[in-house]
């Protein structure tokens, strides 16, 4: 079947627009997960929906970041008023449970350059 | 942060050679996991190895885990030039009894096989 598929693959925007990262999980995943790729912090978790539970955010390096899931399905991950240290590849990845067991499947990554 | 270390950082090998990459990490596991990354875009998970488990086997891939010294390898036997990737370990921890999946990620170990 279909993987994670996220869009757009590459975005480019001018500091201090806002952006919006879109991401499908594998139908029927209840878990997703938001990570970034940056060459100076490696991969980094940024948050975590588990059915309809609240998500754990604990990752989200500002309040400039923020994530929904609607329907428990599709996910985006918005970021306000971009800065240049948010350059990095946005990954996301969905598992069938979310426990720590599971398979996380990961998309191809939207990489952000904030100019 | 990244909880895990790995070395070496990068690796240069032939083909037909074995590549061993090494992974530590600080705090408690429920489980390692390693991953492949192609050209910095999606994670492909390749194997897990749970806390009470202390080698494990997929194929040309070999994986032992240390609790005690909190450490992990990934040996990768009879190397190919389609084995050129990076590679991350993970590891999930237990959260107050609940099964968690959040991955805390490694630096990475570029391996490069030479044809």
Known sequence: GAGVSQSPSNKVTEKGKDVELRCDPISGHT???????SLGQGLEFLIYFQGNSA???????????????????????????????????YLCASSPAGRDTDTQYFGPGTRLTVL | SQQGEEDPQALSIQEGENATMNCSYKT???????????????????????SNEREKHSGRLRVTLDTSKKSSSL?????????????F????RWR????????????????????
Do not use: M
């Open chain 1, 31 to 37: 878990a997703l997960y938001w990570y970034r790729q």
């Open chain 1, 55 to 89: 998500p754990d955010k604990s990752g989200l390096p500002s309040d400039r970041f923020s994530a929904e899931r609607t329907g428990g399905s599709v996910s985006t991950l918005t970021i306000q008023r971009t800065q240049q240290e948010d350059s990095a590849v």
């Open chain 2, 28 to 50: 408690s596991i429920n489980n390692l996991q390693w991953y492949r990354q192609n050209s910095g875009r999606g994670l492909v998970h390749l194997i897990l190895i749970r």
């Open chain 2, 75 to 87: 040996l990768i036997t009879a190397s190919r030039a389609a084995d050129t990737a990076s590679y």
């Open chain 2, 89 to 92: 370990c993970a590891t999930a």
């Open chain 2, 96 to 115: 107050g009894g609940t099964s968690y999946g959040k991955l805390t990620f490694g630096q990475g170990t570029i391996l490069t096989v030479h044809p």
